[in-house]
T-cell receptor, first 115, second 115 residues
Framework: DVKVTQSSRYLVKRTGEKVFLECVQD?????MFWYRQDPGLGLRLIYF???????EKGDIPEGYSVSREKKERFSLILESASTNQTSMYLC??????????????FGPGTRLTVL | AQTVTQSQPEMSVQEAETVTLSCTYD???????LFWYKQPPSRQMILVIR??????QNATENRFSVNFQKAAKSFSLKISDSQLGDAAMYFC????????????FGQGTRLTINP
């Protein structure tokens, strides 16, 4: 079974802190994604990566950056956390291919609270 | 840009009965994939069912089936013989054929099963 793990289930940080959210997948997937989930808004894509050291902005990249130094690991970075970044963050991964269907597998999520 | 709309924030159904969750989407593409994901309380998001737009036949997975109306851009999920374990947030999602494997999600529908 594909396993996507996230470093923390719950995280509380203060405004202005630099925050790292880590995601690891164990199935050699090329694609990795970071979403944030907010009530009434569903999931919105922040960043994704289709290869090591490659990244692309999603729909809401402002205030975030990412790092992918190894294939299995994809980190989301909040350079200076703000209260409006309080949310549930979901990581996902999938096999590569531009056209063929490949299921995205999700991690358990990190609920981040910024005080 | 593609959009996905779920107009029912909450639904409830009696155990053993049938419920239908609605989803509409907007796209200018002719070929794409549609998905329903399930997110149980405090558990990971999992794929329930998927539909390829080029297939006229509606997808079915055990008690879950879809009603895909391409011209109307409608993609509803029917759950038959509802069980307590079906209680969850359900998200409809769209993925285009071209380009990266980004998913566009709807707002979600919270389904409650009444015993």
């Amino acid at each position: 079974d594909v396993k996507v793990t996230q470093s923390s289930r719950y995280l509380v940080k203060r405004t202005g802190e630099k925050v790292f959210l880590e995601c690891v997948q164990d199935m050699d997937h090329e694609n990795m994604f970071w979403y944030r989930q907010d009530p009434g808004l569903g999931l919105r894509l922040i960043y994704f990566s289709y290869d090591v050291k490659m990244k692309e902005k999603g729909d809401i990249p402002e205030g975030y950056s990412v790092s992918r130094e190894k294939k299995e690991r994809f980190s989301l970075i909040l350079e200076s956390a703000s209260t409006n970044q309080t949310s549930m963050y979901l990581c996902a991964s999938s096999l590569t291919s531009d056209t063929a269907y490949n299921e995205q597998f999700f991690g358990p999520g990190t609920r981040l609270t910024v005080l | 840009a593609q959009t996905v709309t779920q107009s029912q924030p909450e639904m409830s159904v009696q155990e053993a009965e049938t419920v239908t969750l609605s989803c509409t989407y907007d796209t200018s593409e002719s070929d794409y994939y549609l998905f329903w994901y399930k997110q149980p309380p405090s558990r990971q998001m999992i794929l329930v069912i998927r539909q390829e737009a080029y297939k006229q036949q509606n997808a079915t997975e055990n008690r879950f089936s879809v009603n895909f109306q391409k011209a109307a851009k409608s993609f509803s999920l029917k759950i038959s013989d509802s069980q307590l374990g079906d209680a969850a947030m359900y998200f409809c999602a769209y993925r285009g054929i071209q380009g990266a494997q980004k998913l566009v999600f709807g707002q979600g529908t919270r389904l409650t099963i009444n015993p």
